[in-house]
């Protein structure tokens, strides 16, 4: 069975930086669109990167460009997101996802998700 289990979440002061994995088994990935998806109290679930398992474009959300980096590493099956300079707006619960769709920037097109990871960004 495919799963994918994020780690790394946390509480961080505005300024600070987390660094989130996503650990992937169960089924070759390969020719999947890995992503990171947040979802803050009383909001919707919104795109924050993404990238394909074999390379190639990375993709971000405008609120994140040039604070988060997305990257993976084929040998651990895993997936990162680098975030520095978090704002308190950056506080959620960060999930992992991959699809085989080429919409990956829509979470109903998201085919397997993590189980999310919490963030907590202090002011």
């Known amino acids: 069975q495919e799963q994918l289990v994020e780690s790394g979440g946390g509480l961080v002061q505005a300024g600070g930086s987390l660094r989130l994995s996503c650990a992937a088994s169960g089924r070759t990935f390969s020719t999947y669109a890995m992503g990171w998806f947040r979802q803050a109290p009383g909001k919707e679930r919104e795109f924050v990167a993404a990238m394909r398992w074999s390379g190639g474009n990375t993709y971000y959300a405008d609120s994140v460009k040039g604070r988060f980096t997305i990257s993976r590493d084929n040998a651990l099956n895993t997936v990162y997101l680098q975030m520095n300079s978090l704002k308190p707006e950056d506080t959620a619960v960060y999930y992992c996802?991959?699809?085989?769709?080429?919409?990956?920037?829509?979470?109903?097109?998201?085919?397997?998700w993590g189980q999310g990871t919490l963030v907590t960004v202090s002011s």
């Open positions: 996802a991959a699809t085989r769709s080429p919409r990956f920037l829509n979470s109903d097109q998201i085919e397997v």
